[in-house]
Each structure stands twice: as C-alpha cells, then as structure tokens.
C-alpha cells in the first residue's frame, strides 16, 4: 500500500464549479497534512496545510481532514482555468527527527472555460 | 516570506560528466534541506535529507556516491550528480525546511545528452 494516494486523474471541471481533490494516506500517527499546486515545468507551491481535523478555509480553498478515516480533501471553489495544475497532497513523517514530506502522485485538473 | 534560490534552472551536459546544483535560502535559516527528484509525470521522489553540518541521510535506492550533498551552512546546501547517463535527466527539487515551514526551489531542469 502506497503511503499516500491520489487520484491521478484527468479531473475535469467547468469554470466556476467545485473542485473536489482527494488523498489517503497510510501511517494513522500522521499529524500535517499539506495541498501544493504544480504547474507543468515548475516547482511544487503552497496551497494549505491543516493539523486539525474539520475544516479550513482560505480564500476559495478549502481543506479538509478526517484522521479517523485517514483521509484529507481540498476543495477549490469558482474554479478558474488558472486552477488548472497538478495538485500534490503530502504528509509529514511522524518519528522525531524524521519530517520529510511524502508526496502523493498528484491529481491532475483541468478547469473547462 | 521565505525564499529559496535554485541554480542553475536548466543544464545540460554530457553523459559521464558532473553537475552541481546549488540551493540557498535568502532569507531565513534552513535546519534541514530536502533534495527531490521528479521524473515527467511523476511525483516528487526523495532523494535525501541533510541537515548543516552533519552527512546526508539518503533514501533506498538512492546511491550515495553518485549524488553528492553538501550542507556547508544553513544556507546553503548543494547536490552533485557525479558521472552524469541520460538515465539521471530529470527535475531536481530542493526544499528547506525553516521557521516558515517548507520553501521549495525552483527546480533544475536537468538534461544528459
């Protein structure tokens, strides 16, 4: 079983619809849960992160984990054709010492005008 | 905010040859740099993690001898892809890991020919 787990893909959305971006990950100690947004040729950028389980908003994105499920989502809402990226879910490591990020294989979107 | 300068973005060079990347946080002191590499279509893989001062921790399957890390400071840290074969052509990522969490590179674009 991978560690962390992606939809790969293709997602596509109409603009201004709801996103809907989701990730397992394994290891239930899991504590930081991070969404990056890559665009093709470019380094990896950072969306959100979230600790808590529930909710949490910025501006049109939304996180959201459920660590009982070991499941962590990402909502973009009024998507626009800048949204369309691959998105990276990753996790960091849970021994001291050892936070390295694992990242998931990524979703690919794709906003239709 | 915190920022990561990646050199050079794009080589290229001859197969049997070496290239060092450089990755230096401008702005902040980076307590662990992360070292990625990212096959087309793929996710970030992690290579290795240092921490100034002390060797780097590799990955399995990671060949330490091939790929040489240097985390002379906290700020400054390098990767040497020593023996170059157009099977290490790829996207090399650095990541930093300070007080404002983990600042990615802008990645180096690496071509074996």
């Known amino acids: 079983q991978k560690e962390v787990e992606q939809n790969s893909g293709p997602l596509s959305v109409p603009e201004g619809a709801i996103a809907s971006l989701n990730c397992t990950y394994s290891?239930?100690?899991?504590?930081?849960f991070f969404w990056y947004r890559q665009y093709s040729g470019k380094s990896p950028e950072l969306i959100m992160f979230?600790?808590?389980?529930g909710d949490k908003e910025d501006g049109r994105f939304t996180a959201q984990l459920n660590k009982a499920s070991q499941y962590v989502s990402l909502l973009i809402r009024d998507s626009q054709p800048s949204d369309s990226a691959t998105y990276l879910c990753?996790?960091?490591?849970?021994?001291?010492?050892?936070?390295?990020?694992?990242f998931g294989t990524g979703t690919r979107l794709t906003i239709i005008p | 905010g915190a920022v990561v300068s990646q050199h050079p973005s794009r080589v290229i060079c001859k197969s049997g040859t070496s290239v060092k990347i450089e990755c230096r946080s401008l702005?902040?002191?980076?307590?662990?740099m992360f070292w990625y590499r990212q096959f087309p279509k793929q996710s970030l893989m992690l290579m290795a993690t240092?921490?100034?001062?002390?060797?780097?921790?590799?990955e399995q399957g990671v060949e330490k001898d091939k790929f040489l890390i240097n985390h002379a400071s906290l700020t400054l840290s390098t990767l040497t892809v020593t023996s170059a074969h157009p099977e290490d052509s790829s996207f090399y990522i650095c990541?930093?890991?300070?007080?404002?969490?983990?600042?990615f590179g802008s990645g180096t674009r690496l071509t074996v020919v």
């Open positions: 990541s930093a890991q300070g007080f404002y969490g983990y600042t």
């Open positions: 290891d239930r100690g899991s504590q930081s």
């Open positions: 979230i600790y808590s389980n």
């Open positions: 990753a996790v960091r490591g849970t021994n001291f010492g050892n936070e390295k990020l694992t």
């Open positions: 702005d902040f002191q980076a307590t662990t």
């Open positions: 240092s921490n100034e001062g002390s060797k780097a921790t590799y």
